[in-house]
Every structure is written in C-alpha cells, then in structure tokens.
C-alpha cells in the first residue's frame, strides 16, 4: 500500500539526516527523529522527557533563551544560531539550530519546528584553522573589495601597532610609517593593500615599517585576489613575513662590499700602472712578457670588477654623480658599437645600428656610454652564433630612445623580472658558463635613473631580448 501524503512526511522527517523536533511552549522535546536521538545519544522516549533548556550548555543558553522568548512575543517568526549541545555521555555536540514558530489559525503560538545540524566535525575544522591562523608567524589580512579589514590574526595587529602607531581606521591605503627599502615614504597607491585592493597580486614586496630607522622593521609581502566563481573579486588575502634580519644583514654586506672595494683601488690603480711601465720596455724575455700580458689582462679584469661594485655602492647610496654635457648620441652609437665588432665578429654575429644623422643630448656622455656598453656587450655574449645585434636609435618627442635588440638566449618572464637585481644571473649564463657579475644591468639602469629615464626589458626564451634607454626630456637640436 502506498503511504499517503501525511504518512510520506512522517516518515521523511523520521529518516532525515538533519536532526528535527517538535518543541512545545514549553521548550519540552515532543516528537524527535532518529538523527537527533543520534546526535545526543539519548533514545526517542528519553529524549522526548527532555527540554531544550536541559539539553543546552549552561554558556549558550541565555541567547537561546531570548530568542525563543523573542518568538513567543511574536517580535520574531524564526531565528538561527550555532549553539552547544550536551550529548548524554558529557560531551559537546556543535549544532546549528533553525527554529520556526508554528502559530494557530488565531495567530497565538501553538509549537516550535527545530532543525539541528551537527557541525561538531566542521567546529572543530574551524577551530584549528584558527588556531593555526593565530600561531603562524605571518601576519595574514583579509580585506573586502571595498578595501576594509575583515579580518587579521595576532601577529599581523602586531605589525600594525609599528606601522600605524596612532592608530587605523581599518580601511587600504591609510598612510602610516611605511617606508621603501631606500628609505622614501611610500605613497597611498604603492601600499601594499591599497594594491592588493585594485585587484593587483605580487610577491616578495620589500619595505621597511616603524617612525623609528634603528628599531624598525622590514616586512615582505605577498598579495592574492578572491574572486567567486563569476570572476567578481570578493576581497583578497596579504601575507606579511618579517625579514628584518635579512635586510640588515644586506645593509653590512653591502657596507662592506663598499668599503672594501674602496680599499681595493688604490693599490689595484699603482699595480696597474706599474704592469703597464714594464709592459712598455722591450728588453723583457718572451717568458716573462707573457707572464706579464696575464698578469695585465688580470688586473684590468679585478679593476673593472671593483669598479662595478664601486657604481653599485654609489647607486644605492643615491651619491651617482653626472656631469653632463651636451653629446651627440648618434657619436655615441657607433663608438660603442665599433669597440665591440671584435667580439661581435668572433662570436660569429651581425652587429648593425639604424641611427638617425644626429641627435644631441644634455647628459652624462660617460655614464651613457657605460649603459650602452654593457647592454651591447651582453647582446653579444648572450647571442648564438650566427645570429644579430642591432643598436638603435630615434627621437619619440621629448625623448631620446635607444634600443639594443639581439636574437640571442632571451629570459623567461621571471628572469626578466629579476635582472635588474644586484648580482642576478639568468639560468641561460650559468648553465653556458658564461662569465659575468649580475652587477651590469643593476648599474646601467641606475644610471638611466640618474639621469631621469627608465631602462626597460622585453625578451623571450630561445627568440632573443630588446632592451630600451628612454631619455626623457633631453635631445637638443643642433
Ligand atoms: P652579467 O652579464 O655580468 O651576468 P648583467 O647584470 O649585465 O650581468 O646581466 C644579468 C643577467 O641578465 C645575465 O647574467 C643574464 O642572465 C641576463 N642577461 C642580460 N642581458 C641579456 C641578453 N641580452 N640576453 C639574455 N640574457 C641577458
């Protein structure tokens, strides 16, 4: 026989997995299905001489009370809370209670409709993710896409006692004691939650925070995007890692890079000087010439080494002086282009240029000559042979662009993120063993800064690299 509608339902809410009730005014249980009797351990008939009251923990109880209060003065018809439940062996039972009011055809209360779900299993989830969200030691942000904050755990309200000492008003982009790693005060658009809010994600950002620059601390952060399955950004995440030791730790070696390459000079500049006297005399054995050629040849090497890590020192120092004079950068071009044909032609490559008739510009022709050197020479290294390097140069307004363009070795998207680092070196030069520092290109961009302009990189494995001098302002007509 097919059981009728009513039937149906008594038996869907018997067999249901989520715990049910029925509960009188009184708060007593009267009819009870069998997931809940599992959930507390108790069978139908006990259970049915218990209230709700009984079955709570004393610390939920109140705001149970008062809801279940509210509903009879007829304020609510509903509510739902996440409460403990004492299961008959003593332990605790997490639910999530949906309560319902059942009125008479009067509108006066008649009983109450409870579904109880056990999140006991998930309670206990989210608590050691708590946990684990409170003992780690980064500082972790959530952030909406408004830019207010969610929600942070303990460590990361310790960095923002440091970094915002007066206090913050809970929103990206507040300016507080934030600092780049050289020092200049970082500005709302470069904050690393003020980014993380115009949806951008990064890694690895290195700042300084605190008022004070002996006690401060340098913090590097990561930012991540939460979006929902539309696509819409719903907030993003930000970790905060403490790296003040790190950066400290670069400061001396970088101090004492600087100091002793200092040092190193002087009595590099009189060995030079004396290999170079001795080379000149032509009563020296052919043996010993040739001693001295290497000696030479080494010494020229250790002084353009002391002298990149010299620029490197005075670049970070901000104490890169220019002396500018007004230099035709198409002379430029074709100097720095013929001291490296030897190489090019050894090395088995084209080397050309595409440079207009003149075009004169205010700048340090020394410095500028330096960057192109480098970037020549690197085009040359870093090229197969039988392949080309083109230097060019144009006018674009204002601007003087130069570009050195090779169809050599290339980087991958992370290496060219990184070469203008100090002493970066791409997998393609270590694993070719070709020789170098990783200093050039830190150096020549420095220089392009110094003087106002920006060297940029473009470059794909395997299909070769652009690098491009943008001089701002600067081209004088003759
Ligand atoms: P160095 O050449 O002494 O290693 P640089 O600072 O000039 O130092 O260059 C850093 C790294 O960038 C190089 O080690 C190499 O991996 C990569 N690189 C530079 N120029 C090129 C280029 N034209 N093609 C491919 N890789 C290059």
């Not at 004492?86 to 008479?104: C, N």
């Not at 780049?180 to 690393?192: A, L």
């Not at 050599?408 to 002493?423: K, L, P, Q, S």
Request: with cysteine; glycine share 10%.
């Amino acid at each position: 026989m097919t059981p009728d509608g009513g039937e149906l339902w008594r038996l869907a809410l018997e067999h249901s997995p989520v715990g049910m009730t029925l509960v009188g005014l009184d708060g007593r249980l009267m009819v009870v299905n069998h997931a809940l009797c599992d959930m507390l351990g108790y069978d139908a008939e006990t259970l049915t001489t218990k209230g709700f009251q009984e079955l709570t923990h004393p610390d939920d109880l109140d705001s149970d009370l008062e809801l279940f209060r509210q509903a009879l003065d007829g304020q609510i018809d509903s509510y739902r809370i996440t409460k403990r439940y004492l299961h008959a062996d003593g332990r605790i039972v997490w639910g999530d209670l949906s309560v319902a009011l059942v009125k008479q055809a009067d509108g006066s209360p008649l009983l109450f409709i409870s579904q109880i779900l056990d999140i006991t299993e998930l309670e206990r989830e989210r608590r050691t993710l708590e946990a684990i969200f409170d003992t780690v030691n980064v500082g972790l942000l959530l952030i909406d896409p408004d830019g207010r904050y969610r929600r942070m755990n303990r460590r990361h309200q310790d960095y923002m006692r440091v970094t915002f000492p007066d206090g913050h008003d809970g929103a990206a982009g507040q300016l507080g004691h934030v600092y780049f790693p050289d020092g200049t005060p970082m500005q709302r658009e470069d904050m690393p939650s003020y980014r993380a809010v115009q949806g951008e994600e990064f890694d690895g950002l290195w700042y300084w925070v605190g008022a004070d620059p002996r006690t401060r601390s340098a913090l590097s952060t990561s930012a991540r995007t939460i979006r929902d399955p539309s696509g819409a950004m719903t907030g993003a995440v930000l970790a905060y890692q403490d790296i003040t030791d790190l950066m400290r730790a670069l400061e001396v070696k970088e101090d004492f890079v600087a100091s002793v390459s200092h040092e190193l000079r002087t009595p590099l500049t009189a060995l030079l000087g004396y290999l170079e006297l001795l080379r000149e005399g032509d009563d020296l054995p052919a043996s010993a010439r040739h001693g001295l050629e290497v000696m030479h040849r080494n010494a020229g090497r250790l002084q353009l080494l002391v002298s990149d890590l010299l620029d490197v020192a005075q670049a970070r120092e901000g104490s890169l002086e220019l002396h500018r004079t007004e230099v035709d950068l198409v002379d430029l071009v074709c100097e720095v282009v013929e001291s490296a044909r030897t190489a090019a032609d050894s090395a088995d490559l084209t080397l050309g240029t595409d440079v207009p008739e003149a075009l004169v510009a205010h700048v340090d022709g020394g410095r500028i000559r330096q960057v192109l050197d480098n970037l020549v020479l690197n085009a040359v290294k870093y090229t197969e042979p039988g392949g080309s390097v083109v230097v060019a140069l144009r006018r674009d307004g204002d601007d003087a662009v130069l570009t050195v363009t090779d169809t050599g070795i290339g980087m991958t998207a992370d290496e060219v993120e990184h070469a203008f680092n100090r002493f970066f070196r791409g997998d393609g030069a270590l694993q070719r063993e070709i020789p170098g520092t990783g200093l050039g290109l830190n150096i020549a961009s420095s220089i392009v800064e110094a003087h106002g302009g920006k060297l940029t990189l473009e470059s794909e494995p395997s299909v070769g690299s652009t690098f491009t001098v943008l001089l701002p302002g600067m081209p004088v007509e003759r």
